[in-house]
């Protein structure tokens, strides 16, 4: 009888806390075995001078998601996963958005039809809960904890998306009973309402203004809030997408007063900045996303952010729309002011080279702290791990092959995705994903797609430890 299916042999393994000269065998798309000299296997894939490192997973990302009237998200649940796979993720946690009126039971439902059969790697939901009734969060919502959908988020902006804080501490108060985890969007909304009516009546409704729209306190402000409104309620949640020293600095406090507040950052908030949004025509609208780029203080703030663990997460807050299309950037509308701009960037197939060049490769943070911050963190935080996350016996063989020594200028021709530019086109990185195996398939191999839609599959999610306990 032959041992493994597959021997990774002569790599470097990378995991969250280990570095080890070591083969890895997988059997049954599991890993059976790290060991020196590992043999008898159907298939050797050598893997001499690369790192070998858990798949990436991004859990914050947005596929087929509906947006404003005449607005296509440009990635459906096969693009999305496709470009994942080639930026060195095997899994993607995407939203499932409840719009107002919407059962709960059904969003989740139409989210399943549109992933069933088309995913490159695994997935699994969170919810978006847009419509606070007591029917969602007293029945629909606790049975979908119970069934597996285990973390939601919740917006303190957007028209149709924004809850109350009454709303707020009513979520925040079924997640404590059902130990589910909360996900917050923290920006002030009339404070964006107002700063948005008052720079369209001064003619200032350029790209570039969307930044202008909501500074760094409309941010602060709701952090802050949100943590009181959780600290209310006695209940861990995440802040996502943070941009800004201020917000950043709300979540120290709040964590150094023992609360259990946890961060997340993208890479639009350590290389991109305000400036970005500044191109001509309509050429800023490509970078116009929510909490907009910073400025260089505010990168610097990030990467302090990751470095002292007060962000655990990097995730890419992959939202993408094509910019030279009437239903994405260059809608009608969007022409008239930043406020019809769909908000949003691609980010999903270029998270992980940009924190492995900038953030390893610069010396800024270690390759354990990369594997934690980019798999091992978000398996942990959303009922993943040690199924994944990790290169462990018994765990998933969910892995990336990495040429740490590849450089690679980033550009739009490059990328595999359903957007039609991105952001970090011209970005030179330094170390680069070759190969993705999921559950012990190449999907990506040797920057080939030998993968097939369906191979992904939907993952239901045990509770996560960070949340209330139950
Ligand atoms: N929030 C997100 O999380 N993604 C894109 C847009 C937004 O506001
Ligand atoms: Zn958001
Ligand atoms: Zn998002």
């Not at 029945?139 to 069934?147: F, K």
């Amino acid at each position: 009888m032959i041992t493994f299916d597959t021997i990774i042999r002569g790599g470097t393994v990378v995991t969250d806390t280990e570095t080890l000269q070591c083969d890895v065998g997988i059997s049954g798309g599991k890993v059976a075995e790290l060991g020196e000299n590992l043999s008898d296997a159907r298939e050797v894939v050598d893997a001499a001078g690369k790192l070998v490192m858990p798949g990436g997973i991004d859990s914050h990302v947005h596929l087929a998601q509906p947006s404003a009237p005449g607005i296509v998200m440009a990635d459906d649940f096969a693009s999305g996963t496709r470009a994942a796979a080639f930026g060195g993720n095997t899994m993607v946690l995407p939203f499932a958005l409840q719009q107002k009126g919407e059962s709960l039971r059904q969003v989740v439902k139409d989210y399943h039809a549109k992933a069933d059969g088309k995913c490159y790697v695994d997935v699994s939901f969170h919810l978006i809960i847009a419509d606070a009734t007591e029917r969602v969060l007293g029945q629909e919502l606790p049975a979908l904890v119970e069934d597996g959908y285990t973390s939601f988020k919740v917006f303190m902006t957007y028209e149709g998306l924004a809850l109350s804080d009454l709303e707020m501490l009513n979520v925040m108060s079924v997640a404590r009973e059902t130990g589910a985890l909360v996900m917050v969007h923290a920006e002030n909304y009339d404070a964006i309402r107002f700063l948005t009516d008052r720079l369209e009546r001064a003619g200032n409704t350029a790209p570039k203004f969307h930044a202008a729209s909501r500074p760094i306190p409309v941010e602060r402000e709701a952090t802050h809030r949100a943590i009181s409104l959780a600290e209310i309620v006695d209940v861990p949640i995440m802040i996502v997408h943070v941009s800004n020293r201020a917000a950043m600095e709300e979540i120290a406090r709040a964590q150094a007063r023992g609360l259990k507040i946890y961060g997340e950052t993208c890479p639009q908030y350590l290389v991109l900045t305000e400036k970005d949004l500044g191109g001509l025509n309509m050429e800023g609208a490509k970078y116009v996303c929510s909490p907009p780029p910073r400025d260089e203080p505010s990168q610097q703030a990030c990467w302090e952010g990751l470095q002292q663990g007060i962000f655990s997460l990097f995730s890419s807050d992959h939202c993408p729309f094509r910019y030279d299309d009437p239903h994405g950037k260059l809608h009608p509308k969007g022409r008239t002011s930043f406020r019809w701009v769909p908000n949003g960037i691609p980010g999903i197939e270029t998270r992980l080279p940009i924190l492995f060049s900038e953030g390893v490769g610069k010396g800024r943070i270690s390759l354990n702290e990369f594997v934690a911050l980019t798999s091992t963190n978000h398996a942990k935080t959303y009922g993943l791990y040690p199924q994944k996350g990790a290169i462990a016996a018994g765990s998933d063989a969910d892995i990336a092959i990495w040429d740490p020594e590849r450089e690679v200028t980033i550009s739009q021709k490059l990328m595999h995705g359903g957007c039609d530019y991105t952001p970090y086109e011209g970005l030179s990185v330094k170390g680069w994903p070759v190969s993705t195996i999921l559950r012990g398939k190449f999907v990506v191999r040797d920057g080939a797609l030998v993968g097939a839609p369906g191979a992904g599959s939907y993952v239901s999610r045990a509770k996560s430890p960070l949340a209330a306990p139950r």
